[in-house]
């Protein structure tokens, strides 16, 4: 008979069960470091990179014979209205966990389509002659997927005599935005200037990105959209002049730096057009106030989102800053408007225009629209090309 070896005579050792619970916890943290490490190569790889200056197509046509088919004189009277919509899911019900809220997916589709009638309804009230548009979805996941660009453009021109030509630059391009619990996912989302004057040219102008690897490659690469319209003689000829019409979008969640940076750009990038003698007319959400607007109706509360701040006499005098204090231009989403105290409630105004000083303003003026739709109101322009 075989006599069994000293190896065969010894038993195999049981673990534990705090060992075996420990390696299953080994394996599962391994298991979940490496998809978050994939996750983020991916995310790096694909990361949105525009470049300083690009072309951007103009889409549409005018209409045959309209008022600036050919471009714009001086004397012209033009309206402009600026309004960011919050992607159509940052209605009255909304709260939104960056200004202290809890929500991350804030609308139901529905929600948002009604959201993007409502807006639209405002605009044809208004019936503009430029509309600059922030927060506008293409493909997104907290959007439900609505090309809202196109719904806008198409929508708008449906019941307008002298349709719209549509410009569109990305500022927020991420295959998945992994944060927070749940994430917030795709986005595909930018700024939309709809312009019923002739647009010969237009460029997206990058801003500065104030964050850091790794929380750039899920955030926003900010930047302002400018069209360029010829400016013609009273013959109809053109002058060499340009009316140069810049949408922008600047930093919010960003320690201040982004803001001073993107201040700075903005600032050179105008005074260069005014230099050149032409007419200039930049609006949109600078998430900062001005300095020459009384503000102190909205007073900054404890605990809740603080806008920046410009010092307009940091600029020259060919410049001028418009906003209208009547309205608040934003509201906080710390918590649900329809449910909130409108009294004691955190209000902004951070949406207004920087215009040339050969551009006379007329009025401006914020429209009240109580938040319905969107956390913005509009902000509406009116203006004579001297």
Not at 56 to 67: D, I, K, M, N, P
Not at 96 to 122: C, E, H, P, Y
Not at 267 to 295: C, H, P, R
Request: with cysteine.
């Amino acid at each position: 008979m075989r006599k069994k070896s000293e190896k065969e005579a010894v038993p195999k050792k049981k673990r534990k069960w705090w060992q075996r619970a420990l390696i299953i916890l080994a394996w599962v943290v391994g298991v979940l470091v490496m998809l978050v490490v994939l996750l983020f190569a991916w995310l790096t790889i694909t990361e949105y990179k525009p470049k300083k200056v690009e072309s951007v197509e103009v889409t549409g046509e005018l209409r045959a014979g309209s008022e600036f088919e050919k471009g714009v004189k001086a004397g012209d009277e033009l309206t402009v209205m600026t309004w960011n919509i919050g992607y159509g899911a940052l209605g009255d019900n909304a709260d939104f966990f960056m200004d202290g809220g809890k929500s991350v997916n804030t609308a139901s589709r529905t929600r948002v389509q009604d959201n993007l009638t409502g807006i639209m309804a405002g605009i044809r009230f208004v019936n503009p002659d430029v509309v600059f548009l922030q927060e506008v979805d293409r493909n997104s996941k907290r959007s439900h997927g609505i090309n809202e660009e196109k719904s806008l453009r198409e929508d708008l021109n449906e019941v307008r005599e002298d349709p719209y030509v549509s410009t569109f630059a990305y500022n927020y391009k991420v295959k998945f935005v992994p944060i927070p619990i749940p994430p917030i996912g795709k986005v595909n989302s930018g700024i939309e200037t709809l312009s019923a004057l002739r647009t010969d040219k237009a460029e997206r102008i990058a801003l500065p990105c104030p964050f850091k690897w790794p929380s750039r490659v899920g955030n926003l690469k900010r930047c302002f959209l400018v069209n360029r319209t010829p400016v013609l003689d009273e013959a109809g000829n053109p002058t060499g002049k340009e009316l140069v019409l810049i949408n922008l979008h600047l930093e919010a969640y960003d320690s201040g730096e982004g803001k001073e940076k993107q201040t700075k750009l903005l600032k050179e990038y105008l005074q260069t057009e005014v230099d050149k003698g032409n007419y200039v007319i930049a609006g949109g959400d600078f998430n900062q106030t001005f300095s020459n607007v009384d503000t102190s109706m909205y007073p900054q509360q404890e605990n809740r989102w603080k806008c920046g701040y410009i010092d307009v006499s940091e600029f020259g005098s060919d410049l001028q800053f418009i906003a209208d204090n009547h309205n608040p231009s934003c509201r906080s989403l710390d918590q649900k408007y329809e449910e909130a105290d409108k009294e004691t409630f955190q209000y902004y105004l951070i949406d207004g225009f920087i215009v040339s000083s050969n551009v006379e303003v007329k009025e401006c003026s914020t429209l009240g629209m109580d938040f319905k739709n969107t956390d913005h109101n509009p902000v509406v322009l009116s203006v004579t090309l001297k």
